[in-house]
C-alpha cells in the first residue's frame, strides 16, 4: 500500500459518530471538547508496526494540539505497555477491542488519523503512519 495515498471517507464533513468506548486513561471526555474545539483522534495498536514509527510525530504534537489515542484490537495490557515504552501523547486513550466503533468511522487500517474541527466535523483523514511533513500540509489544508 501507498502510505501517502488519500482514501476518501464518508464520514468527511459529517459529524464524528459518539464514540461509546472504555476509557483506558485520561480526564478528558470527547464530549468536553467535541463541537467546541478542533482535536485529533488517531486509532493506534501495539502490535503495528507503522504506529510506532508515527509515535514520535504524535509526540510532538500533542504540544498544540489535543490528541486522542484508540487502541484498535489490542488488549488494555498491550497498550499500556506501548505507552509506558514509547511516551504518551494522547489527552485521552479509549480502547476499540473489537473495532466496532472503527467501523463507524470506516477505519481502513492503523495508523489511521481524523482531523476534528471546532464544530465537531471530521475534516481530514490520514490513512498511514503520519509525518511532520504530512501534517503540516493538512493543517495548511484544514486553513485554507
Known amino acids: 500500500m501507498n502510505e501517502s495515498k488519500h482514501l476518501s471517507s464518508a464520514m468527511l464533513n459529517k459529524t464524528l459518530p459518539e464514540l461509546n468506548l472504555e476509557v483506558l ?3 478528558l471526555s470527547i464530549t468536553e471538547i467535541k463541537g467546541k474545539k478542533p482535536f485529533i483522534v488517531n ?4 502490535w503495528c508496526v507503522p504506529c510506532v514509527a508515527e509515535h514520535e510525530v504524535l509526540k510532538q504534537l500533542n504540544k498544540d494540539y489535543i ?3 484508540i487502541g484498535y484490537k489490542d488488549t488494555k495490557a ?3 505497555k506501548f505507552i509506558s ?3 504518551n501523547p494522547y489527552e485521552l486513550i479509549m480502547m476499540d477491542p473489537e473495532g466496532r ?3 463507524n468511522l470506516g477505519l481502513y487500517g492503523v495508523p489511521e488519523t481524523y482531523f476534528i474541527n471546532e464544530k465537531g466535523k471530521i475534516k481530514y483523514r490520514q490513512v498511514g503512519p503520519l509525518t511532520e ?3 503540516k500540509n493538512i493543517v495548511y489544508l ?3
Open 25 to 27: 486513561e485520561g480526564d
Open 43 to 46: 486509532y493506534f495498536a501495539s
Open 67 to 69: 490528541i486522542i489515542g
Open 78 to 80: 498491550n497498550i499500556k
Open 85 to 87: 515504552d514509547l511516551g
Open 101 to 103: 466503533a472503527a467501523i
Open 133 to 135: 511533513e504530512k501534517f
Open 142 to 144: 484544514l486553513n485554507k
